[in-house]
């Protein structure tokens, strides 16, 4: 049985926000600093999703250009969307969680590792890479 290439980061996003939910209960964290962490987990994956779609049309592109096109296209994406998110976190809730922000990137990291790791493990086989 083959796994989809997806399915690492599909994984990550329900440990991630299973772990959440363990750390609410285990902690008492308050519910807006929950929320911000969830809400943070979840625009991570959607970024992530896109930032892969990108990167796989790339990685199956013969041409060099193409593939560094859609690569930087995939990356920027997911950091502008990171950053609109910890922007309009910022700016639309009060007062704001450092520890929520600090764990927002910390999880970029781990998104961006696993995206990373899948993407090197399908251009193993690829000759031309």
């Not at 796989?56 to 994406?77: D, E, P, T």
């Not at 009060?94 to 990373?116: D, G, H, N, Q, R």
């Amino acid at each position: 049985m083959t796994r989809k290439p997806f399915f690492p980061i599909l994984l990550a996003f329900f440990v991630i926000a299973f772990l959440l939910i363990i750390i609410m209960f285990a902690f008492h964290l308050k519910e807006s600093v929950f929320q911000a962490m969830f809400w943070g987990n979840l625009v991570l994956y959607v970024a992530t999703s896109l930032s892969f779609r990108f990167n796989q049309k790339g990685i199956g592109n013969q041409n060099i250009q193409a593939f560094l096109r859609m690569v930087y296209s995939g990356m920027f994406l997911k950091m502008g969307i990171c950053l609109a998110a910890v922007m309009a976190y910022a700016l639309l809730f009060k007062p704001i969680s450092v520890a929520a922000i600090l764990v927002f990137f910390l999880l970029y990291f781990v998104y961006t590792i696993i995206e990373v790791r899948i993407l090197m493990r399908q251009n193993k086989g690829n000759k031309d890479a």
